[in-house]
Every structure is written in C-alpha cells, then in structure tokens.
C-alpha cells in the first residue's frame, strides 16, 4: 500500500543536521505513527512520503523552509529577569510559554546576563537544513475514529 492522504503510516526516522550528527531518531523506541495529510509531520517530509511504499527507504534533505523555518530576529528577545516567574532560579535552556502577535509560542533561555535574560522564540532547529533517512515500516487506512480526532490509534500512537 502506498502512502496517501489519510493513511496511517508508521516509519522509523534518523534526522541528522549538515554535520552529520544525530538529533533525532526513532529507532531505539516504537517507530512513529502519523496520518499522511493532516500536517502532522514537517511539511518537506510529508511530500516527500507522498506515494512511497511501505518497506521502501527514503533519504531527504529539507532546506529551513520545508523544515521547521527560517528563524525571526523579532523572536530573540533580551528581558528583565524579573518579568518572569520563579526569577531567582532561571538558567540556560530553561523554557516558558508566552503569548505574541503570532500566536502561543515557547521561549527559550539562552542566556542569563546580569539582571537580564536572553530569550528565543523561534524552534530549536530554525534554520536547519534536515536530513531525514526513513524506513516506512507499515502503511494503512485510518480508521474513522482515528480521523475524527486526527492522531492514530495503537502501536507508536494514542492509547486510549
Ligand atoms: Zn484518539
């Protein structure tokens, strides 16, 4: 079966960025379940499963944009310490959610300066070029219920 809109797909994935370190692999747990379609993957990846068949491989590189986007200086912000909660304990890495023109967003630390927190909106792999190697492990028709509420049910999926 091939992959299609509305199709269950499960698949294990390595992504790697142009160094050719790991930052992201399914293999040591259950492979990844997905509805083709629905936007669930990035949307470079989703295209480029369009049609593929179950037990081909796939290798794909996604330039920032068909990844998780250009990064937005207008998201790099440099605050008072104090106009966040828990103040006294606030380091690199730490993560908030905040409100913005565009929407929730999270915010990460990262850096702390004096009374002065540096802080990033923009996803940790902005500005990355992707390279996806993917094995499709299985491919098949989303049940009703699993469309209704748009993740898949089972292995790699919502138990419930
Ligand atoms: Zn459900």
Redesign the pocket.
Known sequence: MEISADRVVLIHYTLKDDSGAVIDSSTRGEPLAYIQGHGNLVSGLEKALEGQQAGSKVEVSLAPADGYGVGDPALIQRIPKRALPNAGTIKKGMQFQANTDAGTRMFTVTAVVGDMVMLDGNHPLADKTLHFSVEIVQVRDASS??LE?G?V?GVGG?H?
């Open positions: 219920e699993e509420h993740h049910h919502h419930h």
